[in-house]
């Protein structure tokens, strides 16, 4: 029996996030106030422990993983890689392609993997409440566990058309401890003022966001906890990488291509950087961001300072950006769905460092059909953009003859977005027109800087 | 780092499958006519293939497992064994928790380790097509996943109520590339019978076996797949006692007790029997088959000759029975509502030879929202019953200060359940009174036998 899987022993798990700032050809470009000015690293403690502003503004290449983290990740990780070998028979093609399943854990997806090392650094700073948004609901299930696992309470602002829309998510949020409301609430200034606006308010992420801020800097217990974007939230997510790198190691293979989806950056940080290492010293691997063609922040977006929320709480930040106040299309890929890009990929991206493609939503769901139908998994609409990334490249080595060695991150699973699958069989699901228009105006507002 | 986690390679997946009977102190009572006589294997050939109509009657100790059944279950096995330390810590016991976790396979449960076998031996047999029913759906996206695995068209008859309140169930069985009927259906002439009595029915199991059991007897190219019961079902489920025994030894430990939910009893037969050789050679261990308080075939039923299905299409089997026509209070754990239990258990349920307890649905809710708060993974509300079984023994070692070692059979994950943990988390879940007039009703109808 061929071997298709590659598992790693609990021991095995790493004991260092790597940072790829260590790794960069040039210094990040500095957070900014509205002033102009760099942002102290002290201006963020009010909603962050220190550990977690270190993490954010170090150059340290390798930074330890505490003990008790790596206890807690060690309920799903080591996750596997997998050789697709159906999915490769299924495409005719003499590439080989594997993946690295993070749809093992808990919750679902890779997102708890940042959620535990949050959770710990707050509770070891004396904090006893974190407080959180989510939309679809991948990153609040992720704190909730995290919160139970280390004793801290959680409270979640879902936006409210999604607490109401997936009401499955928000069960398991409270399966495991935490307060889930509906945003915008009536429980803080942000939520009351645009309840008064709107008093019939869908919610966003954006409003959704002010409301877990304005509650965390309130209060000297609670902290606030994201989900993507930032530097350590990246750094956490590096185990994936590394990981991937010693089960092919076990393959006697090297990846000549890593797809990753691509939205606020988390999931392609993860499995990329460990990488970019190695192609810092000279190997050759290419790293390639897949988007959805609705919200192309990378292919599309201009590199600029902004913010990284609708309202305009957070500092500037250098990035790929359609601009804060674009609201992107309805895919299903809810955790694509961010107007900007983390500003470690932007950085690199712009310096020709990393590649990006962008995928119809329906080509993502063809994918992630056809991976289901061979590997078994039926993947997140997140993920499908990962699969639909390796399989053009796959098709293309069909034509080209290459034996290319392809790996992609498989994030998480479809299990709560199934109702996208339907409408997909059905015929519904349609592609959206590029908001040609709608990206321009967005990016007249962008702000301006000093 | 305690060692929590016990995997095995891909390699070390059972060669063999182990069939209890050549350890059973008597030969199984034969499944009978209408008449009172012995079935002979033949007959069931209408609508099962031959290899599983003899594994069905082996007395064989091992029977191999075909390379590409073996190649098909990794796509998720071995799976993974597990010492749920923080579930012990939070009950404080003495007691050494393990649980067995079918919650990995892409259908979510135990139930695609037969539906690949009985897949496989019908596509060899140069069957085109399968046909089955489903409640909940468990066993019709197993099924559809086995169909798309080895090329077999997959026509599933969903029970109707369970169509409509479970629509992602559905859709992930359409993932996989099946055909999904409300059932009654006007395809058949068991549903077209039903309908013009009961326009509006909301059917049920029964009705959904008679059809497909209608339509597979009437085609040459269809087969019919059931999953549980049947001896051949329990057979392949014996990987999962198989593997556990060798992950618990590389934990240096063996079970004291082990616990599994018990409906039809392929989850209980997959991980109890391997042991029970064990114990048939001297070994001193408990097996424990935890079933709801509301459906208590085995401590509440009596031994007699009755059929499998309501309509009484099946052959008579000697078991552990409520009657044909009592219908289960409607508990959330869908997969345990059977009026009946598999021969093999019963027999041996009837000799002493393994233990039952009966849960009601609060406790297990209960159960499995502790274990989902300390292990992570959210058990199906069968898969509960296992939980509380084994908390219960746990509880009861912290009194007594044993320091017993315990295994489960986490059988499945609850992400297609979440409406019922709602309902247990807003206090709205109940328990059902014991139905004794029910059973006493239906107990008076058991077919006479000859």
Same mark, same amino acid.
Do not use: C, M, P
């Given at each position: 029996m061929q071997q298709t899987r590659f598992l790693l022993d609990q021991k095995d798990l790493p004991d260092h996030w790597y940072n790829v700032v260590a790794d960069m050809p040039n210094p990040p470009a500095p957070y900014l106030g509205p002033d102009g000015n760099p942002v102290p690293p002290e201006a963020m403690l009010q909603i962050f422990p220190e550990a977690l502003v270190m993490q954010e503004v170090s150059a340290e290449r390798w930074i330890p993983i505490p003990d008790e983290v790596r206890e807690a990740l060690t309920m799903w990780h080591p996750s596997p890689l997998i050789r697709a070998t159906r999915l490769e028979k299924a495409l005719g093609t003499p590439a080989k392609i594997y993946f690295k399943n993070e749809s093992v854990s808990p919750a679902g997806s890779h997102k708890p993997n940042t959620a535990v090392a949050q959770a710990y650094?707050?509770?070891?700073?004396?904090?006893?409440?974190?407080?959180?948004e989510t939309g679809a609901g991948q990153w609040g299930c992720s704190l909730s566990l995290a919160g139970q696992i280390f004793g801290l309470d959680?409270?979640?602002y879902m936006v409210k058309i999604s607490y109401e829309q997936k009401p499955y998510r928000r069960t398991l949020m409270r399966t495991w401890g935490a307060e889930v409301f509906a945003s915008p609430t009536d429980m803080t200034e942000s939520g009351r003022h645009i309840l008064a606006q709107h008093p019939d308010s869908d919610g966003s992420l954006g409003i959704a966001i002010s409301e877990a801020v304005e509650e965390a800097a309130g209060r000297d217990d609670t902290n606030y906890a994201l989900g993507s974007v930032l530097n350590h939230v990246l750094l956490h997510q590096t185990i994936i990488g590394q990981e991937a790198k010693k089960q092919l190691e076990m393959a006697g293979d090297y990846p000549d291509m890593i797809f990753s989806p691509c939205g606020g950056g988390s999931c392609f940080g993860g499995i990329a950087f460990p990488f970019f @290492?190695?192609?810092?010293?000279?190997?050759?691997v290419t790293l390639v961001a897949v988007e959805p063609s609705s919200c192309p922040s990378l292919t599309k977006g201009v590199y600029a300072y902004d913010v990284g929320d609708t309202e305009g709480l957070t500092p500037l930040m250098k990035m790929?950006?359609?601009g804060h106040d674009f609201m992107p299309p309805g895919i299903h890929a809810g955790g694509l769905r961010?107007?900007?890009?983390? @500003?470690?990929?932007?950085?690199l991206y712009d310096e020709g460092l990393i590649n990006a493609i962008a995928v119809p939503q329906t080509e993502t769901f063809e994918a992630g059909v056809l991976f289901a139908r061979t590997e078994g998994i039926v993947p997140a609409p997140e993920s499908c953009h990962a699969v639909a990334g390796a399989i053009r490249e796959a098709r293309r080595c069909k034509e080209t003859g290459e034996a290319k060695t392809l790996l992609f991150n498989l994030s998480g699973h479809g299990h709560f977005d199934m109702s996208a699958y339907e409408r997909y069989l059905d015929g519904e699901l349609k592609d959206f027109d590029y908001p040609a228009?709608?990206?321009a105006e967005s990016l007249q507002h962008l702000p301006k800087v000093g």
């Open positions: 650094y707050n509770k070891q700073a004396g904090i006893r409440r974190l407080t959180t959680v409270r979640v @290492a190695d192609k810092a010293a000279g190997k050759d790929y950006t359609l961010y107007h900007g890009e983390s @500003a470690l990929i932007s950085q228009e709608a990206i």
